[in-house]
């Protein structure tokens, strides 16, 4: 028995998942350019006042991509801290993320597949707005 548990850990530390990305291997081409945001356009504004606020993200695909990670940053500041909105497996070139509250955020979009050697660059980071209702 101590064995089997002893083997079991040693699969746990040592066996990868079959589905994960694995970036960084020599043998594989770099990855292309990254993705190309479409909507909503650098420095849109809603105008709509209801909250919570569904907002559309679209980007081009970027041939042979298998996933996209998607992220939506507050207060104009790419920083962890700021992340509002996060979707690391979106297997197509778009999706409809949820806000709650008014404000000015950016978001930016990557793009993955096993055939390359890493991630692609991010995309240049694109701004949008949600209006105040107070106003």
Same mark, same amino acid.
């Given at each position: 028995?101590? =064995?089997?548990?002893?083997?079991?850990?040693?699969?746990?530390?040592?066996?990868?998942?079959?589905?994960?990305?694995?970036?960084?291997?020599?043998?594989?081409?770099?990855?292309?350019?990254?993705?190309?945001?479409?909507?909503?356009?650098?420095?849109?504004?809603?105008?709509?006042?209801?909250?919570?606020?569904?907002?559309?993200?679209? =980007?081009?695909?970027?041939?042979?991509?298998?996933?996209?990670?998607?992220?939506?940053?507050?207060?104009?500041?790419?920083?962890?801290?700021?992340?509002?909105?996060?979707?690391?497996?979106?297997?197509?070139?778009?999706?409809?993320?949820?806000?709650?509250?008014?404000?000015?955020?950016?978001?930016?979009?990557?793009?993955?597949?096993?055939? =390359?050697?890493?991630?692609?660059?991010?995309?240049?980071?694109?701004?949008?707005?949600?209006?105040?209702?107070?106003?």
């Amino acid at each position: 028995m101590k =064995w089997f548990v002893s083997a079991a850990l040693l699969c746990l530390l040592a066996c990868t998942d079959p589905y994960s990305f694995e970036p960084g291997d020599p043998t594989k081409p770099d990855p292309p350019a990254p993705p190309q945001l479409v909507a909503p356009g650098d420095s849109w504004m809603s105008d709509d006042y209801g909250y919570p606020q569904e907002v559309a993200f679209e =980007w081009k695909p970027v041939p042979g991509a298998v996933f996209y990670q998607f992220e939506a940053y507050n207060e104009w500041v790419i920083d962890p801290q700021h992340l509002v909105s996060a979707n690391q497996r979106v297997t197509s070139p778009g999706l409809t993320t949820s806000f709650g509250s008014c404000g000015r955020y950016y978001w930016r979009v990557r793009a993955a597949s096993k055939n =390359w050697n890493d991630y692609t660059e991010w995309s240049q980071p694109f701004r949008f707005g949600l209006p105040n209702p107070a106003r």
